[in-house]
């Protein structure tokens, strides 16, 4: 999509945030040595969550986060690892992807030119339900489903649906002209990014051309739909808070 200078297709608004490519902002931070970091998402948004874009400058390694935080870690470009102490270090494949639990001691391996996308929160116990395990798996090893029967829309989950497990994590595939079946309005946030393709997102009472590389924010009750228009499908991964009581 085109843009003259002065101009931006991200937007932020009370309940939603549009962040498109033309605007990543590049950071460093001590605690991921060797990498530019672009934040999309954080807390200072309103989100509950951090969904951030890595990439390694070089050969790194870097640590779990901190005490109480669960990570979800999606191979973008390159070599990534994942090592869980006590077990063999796993390279994720193409569109490989690691769920590591609060608390799970583990190490994250960039090799030079590696790109990742991250999502990061803190973990909401629940009495009674056992703690979720790690998990490392690919999304093309995933099952696909229909959407509530309408094979023009896929889903994938990426996380065991058990209840230890605090947010999910799917992948919605649109074929061209398919699109959501109503406006959602629910009290769960979303992290999305968009994996490929493109369509009109409405977010709130705006309505945003998107494409492959935009990332979104969708607050509490953020009236959100989509609808795909392109020769290709349209592909999303996106992340909500899931299985806890929203009082
Ligand atoms: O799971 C969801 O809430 C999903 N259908 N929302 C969305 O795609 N905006
Ligand atoms: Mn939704």
Not at 17 to 44: K, N, R
Not at 78 to 84: D, R, Y
Not at 99 to 108: E, I, K, R, T, Y
Not at 225 to 231: E, L
């Amino acid at each position: 999509m085109r843009q003259t200078f002065g101009e931006t297709r991200s937007a932020f608004a009370a309940k939603h945030a549009l962040i498109s490519h033309d605007s990543h902002e590049q950071v460093t931070l001590p605690h991921w040595p060797g990498c530019a970091l672009v934040h999309l998402i954080t807390p200072a948004l309103g989100a509950e969550f951090t969904f951030f874009l890595v990439r390694a400058a070089e050969d790194t390694e870097i640590a779990a986060p901190a005490a109480g935080v669960e990570r979800f870690v999606l191979q973008r470009e390159g070599q990534v690892t994942v090592t869980i102490r006590g077990e063999d270090a796993a390279r994720l494949s193409e569109e490989g992807y690691a769920f590591l639990p609060a608390g799970c001691d583990h190490v994250l391996g960039l090799a030079h030119g590696a790109a990742a996308l991250v999502l990061e929160r803190h973990y909401r116990p629940l009495d009674g339900a056992a703690l979720p395990v790690p998990v490392v798996s690919a999304i093309p090893e995933v099952a696909v489903q229909p959407l509530k029967g309408d094979e023009r829309l896929m889903l994938q989950k990426l996380l065991p649906d058990a209840p230890g497990f605090d947010m999910e994590i799917n992948v919605m595939d649109f074929a061209p002209g398919a699109g959501l079946p109503y406006v959602e309005t629910h009290f769960m946030e979303h992290g999305l990014m968009l994996l490929d393709g493109g369509g009109v997102y409405r977010l709130e009472d705006a309505w945003y051309p998107v494409a492959a590389g935009d990332a979104i924010w969708m607050g509490p009750f953020c009236p959100q739909w989509f609808g795909a228009i392109g020769r290709g499908n349209a592909r999303y991964l996106i992340y909500k808070n899931w299985n806890r009581d929203p009082l």
